[in-house]
């Protein structure tokens, strides 16, 4: 199955300031690569789909970007709602496979 | 508005069974896979099994094989997760989630295997 690694595990930022989030794919997974951000004690939300696509209602700080094995989520600006966990997603191979995640907190 | 409602978690004995549900309304159900993923206490997410539209295809997890079943019955909009020989490790919130894209999610449903 594809390993998907995240870094880093944790990052700690203020309000306003940028957030690059990484991905890396153990086998190409072309660009079928989604990222999720999930809130305490609530289900995961589709932010990008094909690894560049924000899903609807999604604001516009959220980018994604990459291909093959390695994919970067960023978020421009950070807003207070925006700390939260992130999740990378492949759906090229079965089975689809999880990153184990990147939190973002406030600093 | 998407809707996704999952149902029928609880505490269960190793060894036992139950049977998830997931209702699912605002779009046409019958058009679309859907899927299980869990989420163990204080852990990520686990892909656990999908469905095609019209049942045909039928996937899972290598963690649930031959014990879990996955089925739907689209003219009930439902999607189910019959569970048997429980574990302690299948411990998680179970989520449904729509399509090939996991583009909606339900709120989960927590099943607790404890003796």
């Known amino acids: 199955e594809i390993v998907l690694t995240q870094s880093p595990a944790t990052l700690s930022l203020s309000p306003g300031e940028r957030a690059t989030l990484s991905c890396r794919a153990s086998?190409?997974?072309?660009?079928?690569l989604s990222w999720f951000q999930q809130k305490p004690g609530q289900a995961p939300r589709l932010l990008i789909y094909n690894a560049s696509n924000r899903a609807p209602d999604i604001p516009a700080r959220f980018s994604g970007s990459g291909s093959g094995t390695d994919f970067t989520l960023t978020i421009s600006s950070l807003e207070p709602e925006d700390f939260a966990i992130y999740y990378c997603?492949?759906?090229?191979?079965?089975?689809?496979?999880f990153g184990q995640g990147t939190k973002v907190e406030i600093k | 508005d998407v809707q996704l409602v999952e149902s029928g978690g609880g505490l269960v004995k190793p060894g036992g069974s139950l049977r998830l549900s997931c209702a699912a309304s605002?779009?046409?159900?019958?058009?679309?896979?859907m899927n299980w993923v869990r989420q163990a206490p204080g852990k990520g997410l686990e892909w656990v099994s999908s469905?095609?539209?019209?049942?045909?295809?039928?996937y899972y997890a290598d963690s649930v094989k031959g014990r879990f079943t996955i089925s739907r019955d689209n003219a009930k909009n439902s999607l189910f997760l019959q569970m048997n020989s429980l574990r302690a490790e299948d411990t998680a919130v179970y989520f449904c989630?729509?399509?090939?894209?996991?583009?909606?999610w339900g709120q989960g449903t927590v099943l607790t295997v404890s003796s």
């Open positions: 997603q492949q759906r090229s191979n079965w089975p689809p496979t």
């Open positions: 605002g779009f046409f159900f019958s058009n679309y896979s």
């Open positions: 086998q190409s997974v072309s660009t079928y």
């Open positions: 469905i095609s539209s019209n049942s045909n295809y039928k």
């Open positions: 989630a729509k399509s090939r894209l996991f583009d909606y």
